[in-house]
């Protein structure tokens, strides 16, 4: 009996094991062409060619960034907390990986099928603030300890609301199963009842990522490069890995809180010749875009712009919105019971 649940064990350690390196190996050679994408784009937007030398179409241009990294001396700036110093970048890096646990790239396909996926995702977001704020004070740099506070001002702020946005999901879903969420859209995807939710959403998960327009924890204008201004090397490179893997995670919960998973948009395509898998990347790659179009064409915003979209804007709309969404639940009669 011991050695039947030694083995059932055993296995079950080697599945999850395979289910991880299944998600991980794919997520980090996305990051690394997400660069690469991220350039093109930018580079067509701003009529010019981007990365085209490293290799046919510059397609090893991104492997030739990480060897440059790997290869390049770190600095430990004087008076900074060695200890801390790198343990900042491997928190950030290793949040954005872990999220990824719960995340259904199909029916059924997730390293961990949770009943409170989306209570997990949540924590592991909030929890990002963490290692920016140690950044900044490990550092020993006022410019560094001055992009830090930004950051986690402006994260905290913008969480408020998404937790209202995620909120609104449930409701309409009746569960906190990631893979419930996309098989309650079968028949509507919550983009259509919920857009303005979805915009919400969205820009505040860019804002979460520090990304364009809401890139002030970096603002070069003022406080030089932000909270990683004393890294070099591989300690930038996983902060930089780490950005670029909360854009695909933001993208990921955009795709199955709104844009139905891995459910394909044309009822009438047969599931053998698109797999739900291809449908979901395909989501994310567009997302992606958006991420993308909107770094070249905004302007930085102003730090006061910044937190009154986040108090004045989006947490009044989505407080109303979820109010809007459970009355008319309940009105109707279509409140799911979970």
């Known amino acids: 009996m011991n050695a039947f649940l030694f083995h059932t064990e055993l296995g079950f350690v080697i599945l999850t094991l395979l289910k991880t390196l299944a998600v991980v190996v794919p997520l980090l050679i996305g990051v690394a062409y997400l660069t690469y994408f991220e350039r093109k784009v930018m580079g067509a937007i701003q009529m010019r060619k981007g990365p085209n030398v490293v290799g046919p179409f510059g397609l090893w241009q991104p492997f030739a960034?990480?060897?440059?990294?790997?290869?390049?001396?770190?600095?430990?700036p004087a008076g900074a907390d060695r200890v801390l110093f790198a343990l900042a970048p491997m928190i950030t890096f290793g949040l954005?990986?872990?999220?990824?646990?719960?995340?259904?790239?199909d029916n059924g396909w997730a390293v961990a099928n949770i009943n409170v996926g989306i209570?997990?995702?949540?924590?592991i977001s909030s929890l990002g603030v963490y290692g920016i704020i140690i950044a900044g004070w490990a550092s020993n740099s006022k410019y560094a300890f001055l992009g830090a506070l930004r950051?986690?001002?402006?994260?905290?702020?913008?969480?408020?609301?998404?937790?209202?946005?995620?909120?609104?999901?449930?409701?309409?879903?009746?569960?906190?199963?990631?893979?419930?969420?996309?098989?309650?859209?079968?028949?509507?995807?919550y983009a259509i009842p919920l857009f303005p939710m979805l915009i919400i959403f969205f820009i505040s998960g860019i804002a979460e990522t520090n990304r364009a327009p809401f890139d002030l924890a970096e603002g070069e204008t003022e406080i030089v490069a932000g909270f990683f201004v004393e890294y070099s090397a591989m300690t930038f490179a996983l902060f930089f890995l780490g950005e670029y893997a909360n854009m695909i995670l933001v993208s990921a919960m955009t795709t199955v809180l709104f844009l139905g998973g891995w459910l394909s948009p044309l009822p009438f395509v047969p599931f053998t010749l698109v797999p739900g898998v291809i449908w979901f990347l395909a989501k994310i790659l567009l997302c992606l875009f958006v991420f993308v179009w909107v770094r070249a064409t905004l302007p930085r915003f102003r730090y006061d712009q910044l937190m009154a979209l986040g108090w004045k804007v989006f947490l009044p709309l989505s407080l109303l919105w979820l109010v809007i969404t459970a009355g008319f639940l309940e009105i109707f009669g279509l409140m799911p019971h979970a």
Request: aromatic share 12%.
């Open 119 to 123: 209570l997990y995702l949540f924590a």
């Open 151 to 189: 950051s986690a001002a402006q994260m905290v702020s913008y969480e408020v609301s998404m937790g209202f946005v995620i909120v609104t999901v449930l409701l309409c879903a009746g569960s906190q199963n990631l893979n419930d969420i996309v098989l309650a859209q079968r028949h509507l995807w």
């Open 65 to 76: 960034d990480a060897l440059k990294m790997v290869f390049k001396e770190t600095i430990f």
């Open 96 to 105: 954005a990986v872990t999220a990824w646990a719960v995340i259904p790239v």
